[in-house]
């Protein structure tokens, strides 16, 4: 955590805690309280290989705006990582089953009275389909979540992408016993199931639900909140398309809202897949703040 001298006044230092997942595994989490509480929650699922610090300028935007905010590491990532991660191994529907669940209750345990949101990025806005429990949310906010087929990425990315799903990934996985992540500007390196089972589901166009390369038991259908999926024009891997696609796996969400934005109209230089959470971007979290409050409105 960065020290108050390297924070700007206007920022919300975040108190560390620690969340017990399902099977007892410790997993360090923050919590931002806004001095005054609009008496709505929210969870921020992280990115594949993405630390929960990466969010703090954007949740503490939000705590300020009146949300308590919790952001958690799963397993196998940032301060959730205690071995070293060739000796460590998980799975994307892993940190659903498990850590999503336990965060989910946490949050329901310390505020039993307030409505959940749940803001996932990428791999975040997936997991909560992972998740028995999914009933507790109120509302879903996914940030740049797409159905990660390779078909459905930008045209010019598209062959790339499925050289790496289809022998890259499984390579380097089974070879080093994780992927490198970060030698590939991927954020931090993956435990070797999560990169296996993203490559595995990306093959498909039913992704995650393929009766075989999919996961099950899963619990997309039991999602009975409101869902707000937001992609971004300069983005080749949560494209329009994709974005869409899995916003209807949560068929019995209340409703599926889906905002595609170009960042020249709201003149941000670039976005991309993980520059929503830049102050640049701040007037849409504003916009993704509203909405929220509104109750998806």
Not at 233 to 250: E, W
Not at 255 to 279: A, C, L, V
Request: proline share 5%; glycine share 8%; charged share 20%.
């Amino acid at each position: 955590m960065e020290t108050a001298s390297q924070q700007t006044s206007n920022d919300i230092l975040p108190k560390d805690v620690v969340v017990s997942a399902t099977d007892g595994y410790a997993l360090a989490a923050s919590i931002y309280t806004p001095l005054v509480s609009n008496g709505r929650v929210i969870l921020l699922n992280s990115g594949t290989g993405v630390k929960r610090g990466y969010y703090r300028k954007f949740s503490s935007f939000l705590a300020r705006e009146g949300f308590v905010v919790v952001t958690y590491d799963y397993r196998g990532i940032g301060d959730s990582l205690r071995v070293p991660i060739h000796d460590f191994d998980t799975s994307i529907s892993e940190w659903g089953e498990k850590d999503c669940v336990a965060a989910l209750d946490w949050v329901a345990e310390h505020y039993p009275e307030f409505p959940l949101t749940v803001i996932g990025h990428s791999a975040g806005g997936k997991i909560p389909g992972f998740a028995h429990n999914n009933t507790r949310i109120s509302s879903l906010v996914m940030i740049a979540v797409p159905n990660s087929y390779w078909g459905l990425w930008h045209w010019w990315g598209r062959r790339v992408y499925f050289l790496g799903v289809q022998f890259v990934m499984p390579a380097l996985s089974h070879i080093l016993s994780y992927f490198p992540a970060r030698f590939l500007g991927l954020g931090e390196n993956y435990p070797k199931g999560v990169a296996l089972q993203w490559a595995r589901w990306s093959r498909q166009r039913l992704y995650l639900r393929h009766p075989e390369r999919g996961h099950f038991p899963n619990y997309f259908d039991t999602f009975r909140g409101k869902a707000l999926s937001i992609s971004f024009s300069d983005d080749i891997i949560a494209t329009s398309a994709a974005a869409a696609a899995f916003l209807q796996f949560y068929t019995q969400a209340a409703s599926q809202t889906h905002w595609h934005i170009d960042p020249k109209e709201h003149n941000i230089k670039g976005i991309g897949h993980s520059g929503f959470f830049r102050e640049a971007c701040e007037p849409l979290w504003k916009r993704l703040a509203d909405w929220i409050v509104s109750g998806g409105l």
